[in-house]
């Protein structure tokens, strides 16, 4: 594989997910990796088709949406920068669960999911920093999930 | 209309529960079930000034009272009261029409700390008619711009047709010395703003918490996870108000209708110190 471009490689290093991790794991994850800038409207995953990047937000907004046949498309949730797109790459099937759509232009730096995941199997300590992140998003999300079935509004 | 509502007898001053007849000015619908009515004194008699987060006793003739938030004042003993159609008075109340009477009294209870936001950051988090009884209070920092830190205003409704004062938020999205977050349960693609709960946006908010104050107001629910939240930034318990509600008959803490704890809610509240408030709520980490 290529070998990844300084910048992006810094770009990784400085995004809340991975800053502070060792920079021999940001190093392998840059390999392949892309920065990639897509207009409003842009669909960036399709619910049901291959997770094969983790995206981490750089700039702009993106809506995780839910389709049902009977009823228009809902957002119900938006990641901004700094925030990441999903675990779907890590958990098999690895296909997404949801539409993921960019609200206006947005910028991120997709990591592929392949060789991603290749490199935690293969250091289990990094595996474990990685997880030890992607937890609490996963946690936050499922919280934040519960809230909303509560109805924060209700009285 | 107001001519049906006779001028209750005075033999030695006003009765505390005797309501002061108002006529509605205007009305604007604020979203399918809330309208800010525009109430002004019909006659001499008016209430007096109401502090920021004081409520008001609104009366809708034949039917009963509700307390409802003083969301904002103008000249002329004009007073402004956003309110949702809940029930049957607030049913009543949001169906005036300019002209129509209303029954007021207050001002009551106790409201924001204004004073001890003075010289401190100051983040007001609401939760869809949460920011009506907030709006006072915000008007008080900006006319005092200076007096005040940093200014984050947080607000989240269920949907997008559910937000009030919507030429006020382009207002303050617009100005350079605050910081607006518009936040969304749940949108359609022609939302553009943040979606997620009011909670998500806190740990994004720019406040110095060990000088913040913060000012909480919503269903319960949502100000006991944003009370949790703000703790978690590091804001501590006594610097966080929240302002409950309660059924209240008398509003005078005569009758104990509205009593949470030991505290009268009418009279002690409705702003209160989260701090006290904690355990009540079943918030067990402060
Ligand atoms: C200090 C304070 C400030 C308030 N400010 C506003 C405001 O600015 N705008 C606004 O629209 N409303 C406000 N409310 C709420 C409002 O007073 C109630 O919605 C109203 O009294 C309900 O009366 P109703 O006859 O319309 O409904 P009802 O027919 O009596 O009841 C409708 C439903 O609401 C519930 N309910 C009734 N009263 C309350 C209450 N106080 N709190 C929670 N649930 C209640 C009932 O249990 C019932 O489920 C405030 C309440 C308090 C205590
Ligand atoms: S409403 Fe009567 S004591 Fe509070």
Redo the contacts between chains.
Sequence with gaps: MSAPSRDLEAAIARHPFFAGLAPELVHAVSAGAEARVVAPGALIAREGTPADVFCLVVAG?I???VGAPDR???????L?PGEVLGWSWLIPPHRWRFDA?A??ETRFLALPADALRGILADHPAWGFDVLRRLVPVLA?RLE?TR??L?????? | MLAEAAEPDEPSGPHPFAPIPYVVRSVVQETPDTVTLAIAPHGSRRIPPARPGQFAMLYAFGLGESPIGVSGSAGEGVLFHTVRDAGRITHALTRLTPGDGVGVRGPYGRGWPMEAARGRDVVIVAGGLGLPPLRPALRTILRDRDAYGRLEIIYGARTPKDLVYAAELQEWRRRGDLRLQVTVDAAGRDWYGDVGVVTTRIPDARFDPARTVAFVCGPEIMMKLTARALLARGVPASATWVSMERNMKCALGFCGHCQFGPSFVCRDGPVLSFEGLAPRLGVREV
Aim: hydrophobic share 35%; no cysteine; glycine share 4%.
């Design positions: 907004k809506a995780l949406e228009p498309t809902l957002t119900v949730q938006t901004g759509r609200v206006k936050e934040n809230v909303q509560v109805d924060l509004h209700a009285r």
